[in-house]
């Protein structure tokens, strides 16, 4: 199943299309299933209703620990680069980390957690963050992990919303020269999410932390109660593995469902191909596992693939902007995955925090999480790849598991800010705003796919309406992404951004309407409407345009700036807080009540010269103060 040239790759492409259940069920035949399935695919995008390997029986992490203890048990699985680069790393073996998933499978059992139950994962990026989620998927227990920058208020929303029954977190997490009260934001979420039951807390910074008799205890000393002995539980291969939330354009975030068959057999065949992974190869993502990019490409592809993966717990500017290189260097990277936004930055620091390092052990290059420019794709490919390392702009979402269309590492040839072509299996369909198939090239749309693959998310966590609503409604018959994307005319895709109200900052997914909430809960707050902005280094700004009760002077508005950074901070996390905040008297509506977002867009641009049709305006004469107020 390992493409290995441009022929292979057109040919897989071919029969994934021709006849895609042979295809799919040749590349799960490559995996450990308890019993076979029945059928490869059953769909329909309606309701909708998919399933892939149907009747299969299997647990995902027999395939990445057990499957492989004979051939490489002493071979690294992962590689924990600390935040201090002076503290001594982990390095775990194959065997190693089998037998410790096992023994806090074996915690979490004690702690009253079986099947089915959901679990909520709250911790910095250490290897037992890695381990807490291959122990939930050991027992059939359902993780939800929550990224460490979210607030209270944010992880009471999603352990609520999922109900539930254990948390499993630290005293404390470093990021650079920070650190975060991990355990305390967790109490504070725990005041409201009655269905948790128990808390295990993991020691890491050693803060001071309380610990509620009945409810929390510590990860170190139930570890010492358990042994490693932990059968894998039977899963049917449309079982839940796991939950994780993300943001759309309305409402709360979405618990996107992932299912343990069809999940693996595309994070795993994704990571292979695309990557061209080779035994004994050090493999690097920068991502946080608390994100979908994270789950499919530092765990469970690699792991389902024998890999070695490379888990780094600190930011890529500490205790320099050499980080990343370091770290390359030192444990000879071979292939890094990582992000534009990181990548603009580092940019800013200069060649000399890179030029002091060995890149020469890098094979392949990837990027994921948003749009790459063309200034930082030849940055990456100049300074970083040395013009020797393929670099591979992986587009996907975390509603679809793995990467759908992405160049396959020297395979496919790049070009500077595409994504290039769809790997096997997936289906690209461009689409105008009446849902009407743009064929052809060198034309643009609004990108849905026309077929499933066997990552695609299978409904969200107790509304299936919505999921229906969100992906399944806007282009009947298509899964809409969301994205506008162009194909030009070598038939390659190029992905120019969301063209729904989800903005990508610092490639993490934030809705507009979220944000607006969040500014809206401020006691001086009457409206707000959030945009988002070209942003040098982020990708995109987030910019607020805000109205107060009573419109402040110079001193109090910077003071109430302060206060609503503040509030969005407790509400959704700092990761939501707008760049921009400019106090308005009205919001530009249509005679129904309707934002017309797009003069705001166009004014936070700072592009006023043509705002377009304005006459529909209710009160046009609001726009001209708002562009002389622009900040
Ligand atoms: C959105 C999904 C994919 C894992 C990380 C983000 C944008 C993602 C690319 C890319 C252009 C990209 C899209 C997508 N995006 N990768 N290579 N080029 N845009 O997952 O948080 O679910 O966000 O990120 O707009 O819809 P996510």
């Not at 290897?127 to 993780?143: D, F, K, Q, S, T």
């Not at 970083?384 to 040839?413: F, H, Y």
């Not at 610092?506 to 809705?511: A, F, K, M, P, Y």
Request: net charge negative; hydrophobic share 40%; with cysteine.
């Amino acid at each position: 199943m390992r493409i290995r040239t441009f022929d292979d790759y057109q040919q897989a492409y071919q029969q994934s299309v021709e006849d895609p259940e042979a295809f799919w069920a040749g590349v799960a035949q490559e995996f450990q299933w308890r019993k076979p399935w029945t059928k490869t695919l059953q769909w329909n995008f309606t309701e909708p209703n998919i399933k892939w390997f149907v009747g299969g029986k299997l647990n995902i992490t027999e395939n990445c620990l057990d499957r492989h203890l004979a051939e490489r048990g002493d071979q690294p699985a992962i590689i924990w680069e600390p935040n201090d680069p002076h503290e001594a790393g982990v390095t775990l073996t194959y065997r190693m980390l089998h037998d410790q998933v096992c023994r806090m499978a074996n915690v979490l059992k004690r702690n009253g957690v079986g099947k089915g139950d959901r679990v909520c994962v709250y911790m910095p990026m250490v290897p037992e963050l890695a381990i807490a989620v291959l122990a939930c998927a050991r027992i059939g227990a359902i993780h939800s992990v929550v990224f460490g920058g979210f607030s209270a208020q944010s992880i009471a929303d999603r352990i609520n919303d999922a109900q539930c029954r254990l948390v499993i977190t630290a005293d404390g997490a470093y990021r650079g020269n920070k650190e975060i009260p991990l355990k305390s934001v967790v109490d504070d979420a725990l005041i409201g999410c009655p269905s948790v039951e128990k808390v295990i807390v993991m020691t890491r910074t050693r803060t001071p932390v309380a610990m509620l008799k009945g409810r929390d205890v510590w990860m170190e000393q139930e570890l010492k109660q358990v042994t490693a002995d932990c059968p894998a539980e039977e899963m049917d291969a449309e079982d839940v593995l796991f939950i994780l939330y993300t943001s759309g354009s309305t409402g709360k975030p979405k618990g996107v469902v992932h299912t343990c068959g069809g999940y693996m057999v595309y994070a795993a065949y994704t990571f292979e191909n695309v990557f061209q992974y080779e035994p004994g190869q050090v493999h690097f993502c920068t991502a946080d596992i608390g994100w979908i990019t994270g789950h499919s490409y530092i765990v469970y592809g690699p792991l389902a693939c024998g890999a070695t993966s490379l888990l780094f717990e600190g930011v890529p500017t500490y205790p320099d902007a050499g980080r990343f290189w370091d770290i390359v260097d030192k444990h000879q990277v071979n292939i890094l995955y990582t992000a534009p936004t990181a990548i603009r930055s580092l940019m800013g620091f200069g060649l000399d925090k890179v030029e002091n390092h060995d890149l020469s052990s890098l094979k392949v290059l990837g990027s994921v999480g948003e749009p790459i420019n063309a200034e930082a794709w030849h940055w990456y490919d100049d300074h970083i790849g040395k013009n020797r390392c393929p670099i591979v702009d992986t587009w996907w979402q975390t509603e679809t598991g793995g990467m759908l269309i992405s160049p396959i590492a020297g395979v496919t040839k790049t070009k500077p800010t595409y994504a290039t072509l769809p790997l096997p299996g997936v289906q690209p369909m461009l689409v105008d705003e009446n849902g009407k198939e743009i064929e052809g090239n060198g034309v643009s749309g609004n990108l849905c796919m026309k077929f499933p693959w066997p990552g695609i998310l299978r409904t969200t966590w107790g509304d299936h309406e919505r999921c229906r609503q969100t992906y399944f409604s806007t282009y009947p018959g298509l899964y809409f992404t969301g994205d506008g994307c162009l194909r030009d005319e070598d038939g390659y895709y190029r992905i120019t951004g969301r063209v729904d109200d989800v903005l990508n900052v610092s490639g993490h997914r934030i809705g507009t309407a979220e944000v607006e909430n969040a500014i809206n809960m401020h006691t001086g707050v009457v409206e707000s409407a959030v945009v988002g902005y070209p942003h040098d280094i982020k990708g995109q700004g987030i910019y607020a345009y805000v109205i107060a009760d009573a419109m402040p002077a110079d001193h109090d508005a910077d003071l109430t700036k302060r206060d609503i950074l503040a509030t969005v901070s407790r509400v959704i996390g700092p990761i939501a807080k707008p760049d921009k905040i400019q106090f308005v008297s009205g919001l530009p509506k249509t005679r129904s009540g309707k934002i017309m977002r797009r003069i705001l867009r166009k004014i936070a641009e700072g592009d006023t010269s043509n705002l377009g049709d304005t006459t529909t305006l209710l009160d046009p004469a609001v726009v001209d103060e708002i562009k002389a107020g622009a900040v």
